[in-house]
């Protein structure tokens, strides 16, 4: 891309084009421009200022024809008239304007048949680098003919003044202009809004084409069988589908077309709070050059205290997925034999694993479940439910029921088994009973994974109506179901109703008289 091209979309007096550094031409920029520090396993390490995660409640779409008839607009998905963001479109334009500025180059997507190419604009190198390390690297040939397909204009020292007068919530803007193929960033350096910005895109494009996005980890064992593992933070996505003996495809984001299951990425996005090398080698050792820190605490010497939260819990490191040795080379596989969804139940109520129906699958797919435990630091131990669609609804921008349909077409096509696996707390919620061990937990992924669950005799729950294992390996039978767990049945009872009413109370939202995907009938029953 040259100065021409720029001021084609509106960037005026550029200085310099950095079109698709090298990594060590980036690494280089970014030293001298003060925007890193080198660690000293030679990874660089940036702050992102005060935004150190999204900021979900400053993004929009523009209201237009025809994306506007299927975008399910509400708080997730906000809309933004035409004249605001082009307003906002040209304070990011003078933002960008009169400076050095470096492009990027990539793919979102391995599937020839569903990627998308997309092109960064920024002042920053390290955002050059993290989306470098996020996406799909193209080859140079795949460069020399490049066109993009989406361009997203990173102006994050622009901030939208007249914000309260647009009838925005702050100064921050994240917008998405569909039709012209265009977003624009402001107010935020977080390197995780064009990482997330994307994957919305995706989320809008693929099943407008009869193809699914899944905000999922996906791995494939030596004999070509893929497992995909659903769930929000904390539950283990990360964790469990990074396994020795199978290679991993990718650990957040990937779509479901006729050919198979596909990465969306190139690169992967791990937490660091509190990253230990014996639990987690991989990642430990994915943070080498190249490699890209976010607001870890690091000393003098260059060694990174990953302990150290004083900046931000969410602390993170983008690195190229070819740092996992066991990757798939080309993050593609076949259509998925088992897809497992995983949920953190801190009320401890849920079994370790179990066995869905078809309307099951459907029912728990769209509740999205899992409950993170409160601040103890107020000695609040009571832990909080959260329900959201297909496991990523503040990445959906068509209505949840669209991904769940699409998700059910290829189950019954693909005749795929669905299980819920629970790594959350056993023998009692948060503050009485204890997390699901690890090895319990890897024994019932490896059991649905060899298949040897399946030889297993099922009992079914009561009120969640779950069919849980017997038996299964050397995972003590009183663990399978939890009601035997528990020491004090009375509030194990009491406890698995108020989660049910839970559950019954957040699916109210899919249920009318003329709904098709009314699924209810499959989720908890009371009384």
Same mark, same amino acid.
């Given at each position: ?26 690494? #280089? ?6 925007? %890193? ?6 990874? $660089? ?43 906002? *479109? ?10 050095? *500025?470096?492009? =990027? ?10 990627? /998308?190419?997309? /092109? ?30 989406? =361009? ?9 003044? +007249? ?32 990482? +997330? ?40 996505? &990360? ?6 003996? /199978? ?45 890209? *820190? ?17 900046? $931000? ?17 080309? *993050? ?51 832990? %909080? ?27 019954? #096509? ?11 707390? &056993? ?32 009992? =079914? ?6 069919? %849980?294992? +017997? ?26 109703? +108020? ?29």
């Amino acid at each position: 891309m040259n100065v021409t091209e720029l001021q084609e979309i509106g960037i005026k007096n550029v200085n310099k084009v950095f079109h698709n550094l090298s990594y060590d031409e980036l690494i #280089q920029h970014e030293l001298d421009n003060g925007e %890193v520090k080198l660690t000293k396993k030679g990874a $660089t390490a940036v702050d992102t200022g005060i935004f150190t995660g999204r900021s979900p409640k400053d993004k929009y779409f523009v209201d237009r024809d025809p994306s506007n008839k299927y975008i399910a607009w509400g708080d997730v998905n906000q809309k933004i008239n035409e004249e605001v963001f082009n307003e906002l *479109l040209e304070v990011a334009r003078e933002q960008l304007s009169n400076k050095d *500025l470096y492009v =990027t180059d990539v793919f979102c997507g391995s599937s020839p048949a569903s990627k /998308r190419s997309i /092109r960064f604009i920024s002042e920053i190198a390290w955002q050059s680098h993290f989306v470098k390390n996020m996406f799909i690297r193209p080859t140079e040939a795949e460069l020399e003919v490049f066109k993009s397909d989406f =361009t997203v204009l990173n102006a994050c020292k622009a901030v939208d003044d +007249k914000y309260k007068e647009h009838g925005l919530n702050s100064e921050v803007f994240v917008m998405f202009d569909i039709e012209n193929n265009l977003a624009i960033i402001g107010g935020t350096w977080y390197g995780g809004e064009m990482k +997330k910005g994307i994957f919305s895109m995706m989320n809008y494009w693929l099943p407008l084409e009869g193809k699914l996005a899944m905000h999922c980890s996906a791995n494939v064992g030596k004999d070509g069988d893929t497992a995909l593992f659903f769930g929000l933070s904390g539950t283990g996505k &990360t964790t469990l589908s990074t396994d020795p003996h /199978r290679a991993l495809i990718g650990d957040d984001e990937h779509g479901w077309d006729n050919h198979g299951v596909f990465n969306f990425e190139g690169g992967c996005y791990a937490k660091v709070i509190n990253l230990d090398g014996k639990s987690e080698p991989e990642i430990y050792g994915a943070i080498k050059k190249g490699a890209l *820190l976010e607001n870890v605490v690091m000393y003098g010497d260059g060694e990174v205290d990953y302990e150290d939260g004083s900046k $931000t819990e969410n602390t993170r490191v983008s690195y190229p997925i070819e740092h996992i040795a066991n990757h798939k080379e080309d *993050l593609m596989a076949g259509h998925p034999q088992n897809i497992i969804f995983l949920t953190a139940d801190a009320f401890g109520v849920l079994p370790p694993v179990s066995k869905l129906t078809r309307e099951q699958a459907m029912y728990y797919f769209l509740s999205g479940y899992t409950a993170k435990v409160a601040g103890t630091e107020r000695g609040i131990t009571e832990p %909080v439910a959260t329900f959201s669609a297909c496991f990523g609804e503040a990445f959906l921008p068509l209505h949840p029921t669209v991904y769940a349909k699409l998700l059910g077409e290829k189950i019954d #096509q693909h005749n795929v088994n669905v299980y819920l696996v629970n790594t959350g707390w &056993t023998g009692g919620g948060y503050g009485v009973g204890k997390r699901m061990s690890i090895k319990d937990t890897r024994a019932c992924i490896n059991a649905i994974l060899d298949g040897s669950i399946k030889e297993s005799e099922f009992d =079914t729950t009561e009120t969640f109506r779950l069919a %849980v294992p +017997k038996t299964l390996g050397d995972i003590k039978p009183d663990v399978l179901n939890p009601r035997n767990a528990w020491q004090d049945k009375e509030a194990f009872d009491n406890t698995r109703d +108020k989660l049910a009413k839970m559950f019954v109370q957040n699916f109210k939202k899919y249920q009318s008289a003329d709904s098709e995907f009314d699924f209810s009938a499959a989720g908890p029953k009371i009384g």
